[in-house]
C-alpha cells in the first residue's frame, strides 16, 4: 500500500506538462497495442485475400492522405497556435476549411476519372467513397487532437483514444462476421467510427471557430506545409508502398501475409518513440550547454538497448506468428528479420536528425527521405520481380541503413558548419554494432528450423541483459530525469 500511496504522490506533484506526456504516450501505445492485439481475431475470420484488401486500403489511405489533407494537422498547426494564439479557434476551423476543399478537388479528380485511378489503386467505387468520406472527417478530429496535446489538455484526449481503439475493432469483428463481404466490412466499420467521431468535431471545430474562409491562415498554412510534402510523402511510401506493391504485383493474400510481418515487428516502435521522444530534448539540453560527451555515452547505451530488443524480436518470429496468425500466413515468419532490423535503423536515424534539427538544417532532412522513398520504389520493383514478396522486408531495411548513413552524412555537415570542434556520437561504436546487428539477423533466420540452437542464444542474450542491467536503467533514468527537470 505505501508503494501505491507513494506512487500517487509523485505523480500528483509532477508538473501538467510532464503528465500530459505521460498520458498522450499511453494514448500511442492504447491505439497502435489494441490495432496490434486484434489481428489474431481479424487473421482468422478473414480471409488472407481478405486481410490483404483492408491492408492495401489503409496504405493507400495514408499515401492519399497526404495530397488530401496536406498534413496540416502537424507542424504548421502548432506554429498556427503560437502565432495567432489570439484566434486558436478561428486558425483552427479556417485550416479544417482549406483541408476540406482540398479534398473535394481530389474527389472531382477522382470522379472524372473513375476507372483509371480504380486500376491504379486496385480498389473499387464503394471503398474509394469510404475513403473519401474519412478524408473529409478526419482531419477534424487530428485538428482537435493536437490542440490538445498543444496545451498539455489529456483526459478527453484520453477518452476520445480509448473508444475509437474500442469501438473500430469491436464493430469490426461483429460486421465481419455478419456479412459475406468480409473485406469491405472490415474496411466500412472502420470508416464509419473515424467519420462519425470525425464529424462530430468537424461540426464543433467549425462552431466554435466560425470560419471556414480565411485568405491569410489558408496562404500561412500552405506556404508552411507545401514545402513540406515531399517529406512526408517520403515517409508514407516507406512505410506503405511495400502492401500496395507486393498487392500489384503478387495479388492481396502475399500483401496480407507481408501486412502480418510487417505489424508484429513495427509494435517495437512504440518503445523506439517513447525513447526518442526523451532524447530530443535531452539532446538538445545537451547541445545547448555543449556536453556532448555526454550525448555520446548515453546514444551508445540505447542504441544497444534498441538493439537488443530488436534482437528478441527476430528470435521469437516463429513464435509470435503462429500467436498472431493462422498457418496460412506462415511464410510470413521471413519478413519479421528484415522488418524488425528496419526498426533499429528507424530508431538510429532520428538521432542523426535531431542534431539536424536543432539547428534548423531542414532541407537536409528533406533530402534524406527523399532519397530513401526513391530508392524503396526502385528497389522493390527490381527485387519483388525476381525473388518474390519477400524481397520487400530486405529492401525496407536496406533503404533505412541508406536513410541512416544518409542522415549521418548531413549531420556532419551540420556539425562542421556550427559546432565544427564537436563529436556528438561514436560512429565507429553505432557502425560495428549495426554491422552485429545484421550477422545477428541472420544467424536467426539461419536457426528458425533448428529450435534448440535459438533458444540456446536466446538465453546467452538474455544472460547478457541481465549483466548490464543496471547500466540500461541507468542512462533511461537519467534521460527521463533529465526532461523533468
Known sequence: MNILQKGKEKYIALSNPVKASIWFAICNILQKGISVITVPIFTRILTTEQYGIYSVYQSWYQIIAVFATLNLYYGVFNNGMLKYSKDKDGFTSAIQGLTTCITAVFLVVYIAGKSFWNNLLGLYDILIFAMFLELFFTPAYSFWAARQRYEFKYKKLVLITILIAVGSPILGIVAVLNTTYKAEARILSFVFVQVIVGMYFYIRN????KKFLDLKYWKYALLFNLPL???????SILNQVDRIMINSMEGPDKAAI???AYNISTLMVLVTSAINNSFIPY???????KEYSDIKKNANILIMLVGICTFFVVAFGP????IFAPSSYYEAIWVIPPVAVSVYFMFLYPLFGNVEFYF??????MLASITGAIANLILNKIF???FGYLAAGYTTMVCYILFSAGHYIFMKKVIKKHIPDAKIYDIKFISIFSIIMIIGMILMIMSYNYVVIRYLIIFTMLLIVFIKREAFLKVLSN?????KA
Open 206 to 209: 467549425l462552431k466554435n471557430g
Open 229 to 235: 510534402i515531399p517529406h512526408y510523402l517520403s515517409q
Open 258 to 260: 507481408y501486412s502480418v
Open 283 to 289: 539532446t538538445y539540453k545537451k547541445i545547448k550547454q
Open 319 to 322: 513464435e509470435v506468428i503462429k
Open 360 to 365: 534548423e538544417e531542414n532541407i537536409f532532412v
Open 384 to 386: 519483388i520481380d525476381m
Open 479 to 483: 534521460v527521463f530525469s533529465k526532461n
